[in-house]
């Protein structure tokens, strides 16, 4: 467990855009072999918040989530991100993502992104990569926040996100 004493236990999760089962099968079996076992994984989800990737990616655009396992330090997430622009570059197809991977870390009080991309709301980690909260636990739910992508504040992706911090509680109980 890597995992630095004060910090929350955090674990990895990576959201992927694709329209590939193929594509999206092979880049999972590369963020296992990085990242470890799979604490959950969504199914395919529909994407159709904006036609953005669909000239990139091909439509239809679908999003699935894999959450690991293993509790990492949270400043592991700009590595997670490095490795998973990696695993996009080996699917490039003509210059274009054939899969576009998100990683993030989820705690039982948060969700938060990671990004190559600054923004007002965004706090630097190093290396090049962004974090910005996306998600915080209140009252039972996971609740958005003003710049909250659309679909991380759709009840089907908040759900998803419920179901692998029931996991990761369940989990973290077994481990004390």
Known sequence: MDVRRGSEIAILFVGALYSSDKIMAAASRELRASFGEVLFESPPLPWNYTDYYAGEIGPPVFRQFLFFRSPVDAS???????????????????????????????????????????????????????????????????????????????EIFLDVFAKARDLLKKDMSRRI
């Open 76 to 154: 592991s997430v700009v590595d997670a991100k490095l490795k998973a622009m990696s695993v996009e570059v080996r699917f490039l197809s003509r210059n274009k993502r054939r899969i576009n991977i998100d990683p993030g870390y989820m705690t039982l009080a948060k969700v938060v992104l990671v990004s190559r991309k600054n923004y007002s709301h965004r706090i630097y980690l190093g290396r090049g990569v962004f974090g910005e909260t996306e998600l915080f636990h209140k009252d039972g739910v996971f609740n958005a926040l003003p710049y909250t992508y659309p679909d991380y504040r759709d």
